[in-house]
């Protein structure tokens, strides 16, 4: 039987939005790779993932049809990874999306978000 209580707290779950860290504190419960792999491992996941992306975006030439949940799905796959990795590299998550943020500051300020190369 459902109880006030137990509404009240999936209305909160529903509300509740997931901080990046959170994420990566739940997806590291399901990390399940030897520590000799580190790094490693969730480097060439994602580099798999990300071509299942790749591959779903390329449908879109073929077939005309855009699979939005299938395309979502391999992107929550990307973040499982990236969220591993960051952790063998010795992040957490909130520190690799302020650090990406104010690389793109610093490049919008200075005019060379668009070109080539790491450091400009």
């Known amino acids: 039987m459902i109880n006030e209580h137990d509404i009240e707290a999936f209305k909160a779950y529903q509300n509740y939005d997931l901080t990046l860290n959170e ?3 739940k997806a590291r419960e ?11 491992y969730p480097a060439l ?4 993932e990300a071509g299942e992306v790749a591959n779903k975006a ?3 030439i073929r077939d005309n049809k855009l699979d939005r949940e299938g395309m979502a799905k391999e992107l929550g796959d990307c973040l499982w990874y990236i ?6 590299l010795g992040y957490n998550m909130s520190d690799i999306a302020q650090n990406n943020l104010d690389k793109l500051d610093r490049r919008k300020r200075y005019g060379t978000i668009k070109g080539e190369g790491d450091d400009r």
């Open 45 to 48: 996941g994602l580099a798999g």
């Open 23 to 25: 994420y990566q504190r």
């Open 58 to 60: 390329k449908k879109i």
């Open 83 to 88: 969220a591993a990795l960051a952790k063998d």
């Open 30 to 40: 399901t990390a399940i790779y030897p520590a000799g792999a580190s790094i490693l």
